[in-house]
């Protein structure tokens, strides 16, 4: 019997937890760069989310400055764009790449994006599975396999998995929306364009990096689920 918080199955974790710091790595790297080259145009984040927003009839959306720092995020529920204090002011390109991310999600919501739609609507059971999952699983290991506790640390999981499955179509389309305004816009040449989507591109890898870790735990909880029968 193996002892349930170590075991072998830890070594198939090594694959994503090296990609996810590559894909951390590269998103700083790419922010960093780009966060000290200023638009042409002058034009700050904060004023391009709200020129998004306008010229898609969501004047009422507020954006807002956050504390933190990339805490930038659009918020469903109450309506509002918000913007990190070391993007809000910036005419960086990073800052401004952000920025109509966040604008292409409300667009998402404004138009009933599904994918947007779905991810809120299973986020309740997603966080309780990052939560939950494991202490739920390993404590019906160590209980001497309560099925029970073990299955349902399994599906609380798997409604994590979905959730971030499912992110990856949302942000995915949100940079795309973002990428397509601004080089309709004017307010960003083609360099500057270049620039928004090697920081979008590198956010999106963490995304991946965090679906690609919660399938291979899920994995791991079903092997470690099939040895202790």
């Known amino acids: ?11 198939l974790l090594i694959p994503a937890f090296i990609f996810a ?4 790595a590269k998103v700083k790297s790419a922010f960093n760069k780009w966060s000290k080259v200023s638009t042409t145009s002058g034009i700050t984040a904060a004023e391009m989310a709200k020129l998004i927003l306008n010229s898609y009839g969501l004047s009422t959306i507020p954006v807002k400055e956050v504390p933190g720092e990339l805490t930038d995020n659009y918020n469903p529920i109450k309506k509002e764009l918000n913007l990190s204090e070391t993007v809000f002011s910036s005419d960086s390109v990073a800052a401004v790449g952000v920025a109509a991310h966040e604008a292409g999600h409300a667009i998402q919501h404004n138009k009933g994006y599904l994918p947007l739609f ?92 965090a679906a690609l870790s919660a399938l291979i735990n899920l994995l791991r909880l079903l092997i470690l689920r099939n040895e202790a029968e």
Not at 21 to 24: G, K, N, R, S
Not at 170 to 185: C, G, P, Q
């Open 1 to 11: 019997m193996f002892f349930p918080l170590w075991d072998p199955t830890f070594i």
């Open 21 to 24: 710091i590559w894909a951390q």
């Open 118 to 209: 779905v991810r809120n609507a299973i986020y309740p059971v997603a966080n309780l599975g990052s939560m939950l999952a494991f202490p739920l699983f390993f404590l019906g290991l160590i209980l001497g396999y309560n099925k029970f506790l073990i299955d349902l640390g399994i599906w609380l999981f798997i409604g994590f998995v979905a959730f971030t499955l499912i992110t990856l179509p949302v942000e995915f389309d949100a940079s795309k929306r973002a990428i397509k305004i601004l080089t309709n816009s004017g307010y960003l040449n083609s360099m500057e364009i270049k620039g928004v989507k090697e920081v979008l591109t590198a956010a999106a890898l963490t995304y991946v990096a």
